[in-house]
């Protein structure tokens, strides 16, 4: 195996595992900056319920998206296969 499809097959492993973690990640990123701005707005000083909010949210992403992570998942094995 060349250098070059050493790194082709890296960059592209680090650019199909980012795609699949978005949804996620995004989820979980607006639910806590939603939740964070309420408490700061109403002075609450309880940090952790953003906890079970950000968790349902990352789970109904992960649920909603699941079929087409694994199908990228899916594409990205075949392609390192072939």
């Known amino acids: 195996m060349s250098e070059t499809a ?3 097959m890296a960059r592209h492993a680090l650019a199909t595992g ?3 973690c978005a949804p996620v990640l995004l989820a979980g990123l607006v639910v806590g900056v ?3 701005i309420v ?3 109403t002075q609450i000083q309880e940090f952790t ?3 079970l909010p950000k968790l349902a949210a990352m789970a109904l992403a992960a649920a909603l998206a699941g079929p087409w992570m694994l199908r ?3 594409t ?3 392609w390192m296969i072939q």
């Open 39 to 41: 408490l700061a707005a």
């Open 6 to 8: 050493a790194i082709e």
């Open 34 to 36: 939603v939740i964070s």
């Open 76 to 78: 990205f094995a075949r």
């Open 18 to 20: 980012l795609i699949v």
């Open 72 to 74: 990228n998942l899916v």
């Open 49 to 51: 319920l953003t906890f």
